[in-house]
C-alpha cells in the first residue's frame, strides 16, 4: 500500500464511509497514560494509516478533522507527546513544518534547544555565539571555540611545537601541538 499524503479529507466524498472508517479506527486504540494509541497498521516511522474512499491517511490526520476541523495551511500535526501512534487530540497541535522539525528528536531539533557548547561555553549569550550559513540553514557555532581552533592553526602553520591555551573565560585548557588534535 503506497502511503500519500493527501491534502486534506476533502478528497473523501462519501461521508458515510468517513464515518464507519471513524467508528473502526476507534475499536483499534489502546488507552497508555493519557494518550490513546492506535493498534490498526502503522507504517515505518510508527504512523497509523487507513485507506479511505481509496485515499491513504495518516490516522492522527483523520482524527484531528475529523474532530477539530480541516488542518490549516502550511500546517502539519504535531504530536506534544511524542507518541507516534497517539491519536488522542489532547496531543496534537497544527504547526509549522519547521516548528515540527525544531521540537523533534531530530539531530537538528537537539541542536535548536543546546544552550552549551561541547566545552561548557554559553551558546545563549549573543557576543559569544556566530551564526554561520550553510547549506541555506544557519547554525550557531560558539565564537570562543572558533577563535581558538584559528589560533591552533596559525601556530602550527607557523612551525610551533607546542602552546598551552586557556579561554578568556577560562572554561577551557588546552595544549596544542602539532602531534595532538583538540
Known amino acids: 500500500m503506497r502511503l500519500t499524503k493527501p491534502k486534506s479529507l476533502d478528497l473523501v466524498k462519501n461521508k458515510q464511509v468517513l464515518q464507519k472508517r471513524v467508528t473502526e479506527i476507534s475499536l483499534q486504540i489502546k488507552p497508555s497514560g493519557s494518550c490513546l494509541l492506535f493498534t490498526g497498521s502503522k507504517n515505518q516511522g510508527g504512523y497509523g494509516h487507513v485507506s479511505i474512499g481509496g485515499n491513504v491517511f ?15 495551511d502550511g500546517k502539519e500535526i504535531d504530536h506534544l507527546c511524542k507518541n507516534r501512534s497517539c491519536i488522542n487530540v489532547n496531543h496534537l497541535e497544527p504547526v509549522t513544518r519547521r516548528e515540527n522539525i525544531l521540537r523533534s528528536n ?30 541555506g540553514n544557519p547554525n550557531r557555532h560558539c565564537r570562543l571555540c572558533l577563535n581558538l581552533e584559528q589560533m591552533k592553526r596559525k601556530y602550527i ?3 610551533k611545537t607546542g602552546l598551552f591555551i586557556t579561554d578568556p573565560k577560562g572554561i577551557r585548557k588546552i595544549w596544542i601541538s602539532n602531534h595532538t588534535q583538540m
Open 58 to 72: 495518516m490516522v492522527h490526520r483523520v482524527i484531528w478533522e475529523y474532530l477539530r476541523g480541516k488542518i490549516p
Open 106 to 135: 531530530a539531530p537538528s531539533g537537539i541542536k535548536s534547544r543546546q544552550t552549551l557548547c561541547k566545552y561548557g561555553h554559553d551558546l545563549m549569550d549573543p557576543t559569544n555565539t556566530i551564526i554561520m550559513i550553510r547549506n
Open 157 to 159: 602553520k607557523k612551525g
